[in-house]
């Protein structure tokens, strides 16, 4: 199962603002794959306390308000599964053969260099995958999720229903114990 944190609006089609597959390309640019050029870059992860803890982390030794779960526009954050036996196998930046093959060291896909994370990523777009996983610098246990859009897109469904997150939701508190956010 992949897991997306967005900004969520019950009336929006999938794909766009609002929909759980919708990707502000022009609001791209700073992320850590991110090509807008090229690319829409859908983040996601495998579990989901990973895909709220990166929402999260940028609030650590602060106290998280409702309105912390709020998009700029409005959007309150909800969070969405879907299947990812619905797309190509993914890349697996985890596994030593592929970091050898692409001549990538595990530093160089967890630096904070975005010059470097992009390029990696624009490589292995250009190689036509659908995606590549790999650690959060958070927790490395948590498997995050990098998905080209344009090429996933009309292939992920939802598995259910988004579920609005709230300060009382369970990934929000294991989530900010895990960044070390104090909670309401």
């Not at 090509?35 to 609030?59: D, K, T």
């Not at 930046?93 to 992009?118: F, K, M, Q, Y």
């Not at 990098?146 to 009309?154: C, I, Y």
């Amino acid at each position: 199962m992949l897991y997306r944190l967005f900004p969520y609006d019950a009336e929006a089609p999938i794909d766009r603002e609002g929909g759980a597959l919708f990707v502000p390309r022009a609001l791209q640019g700073r992320g850590r794959h991110d090509a807008p050029p090229s690319y829409g870059a859908l983040y996601a992860s495998r579990s989901v306390v990973s895909a709220v803890a990166e929402r999260l982390q940028r609030f650590q030794r602060r106290r998280l308000l409702a309105e912390h779960l709020t998009w700029e526009h409005g959007l309150s954050y909800a969070v969405a599964a879907f299947e990812e036996d619905a797309i190509d196998p993914l890349l697996d930046l985890d596994e030593p053969r592929e970091l050898a093959s692409r001549s990538l060291r595990p530093s160089i896909v967890a630096t904070r260099d975005r010059r470097i994370t992009r390029r990696y990523a624009r490589e292995i777009h250009a190689d036509g995958r659908d995606g590549f996983a790999w650690w959060s610098t958070i927790e490395a246990s948590w498997i995050n999720v990098t998905l080209f859009a344009e090429r996933v897109r009309g292939r992920l469904t939802l598995a259910d229903e988004p579920e609005p997150l709230g300060l009382g939701h369970p990934a929000v508190r294991e989530a900010a114990e895990a960044v070390g956010v104090l909670l309401g």
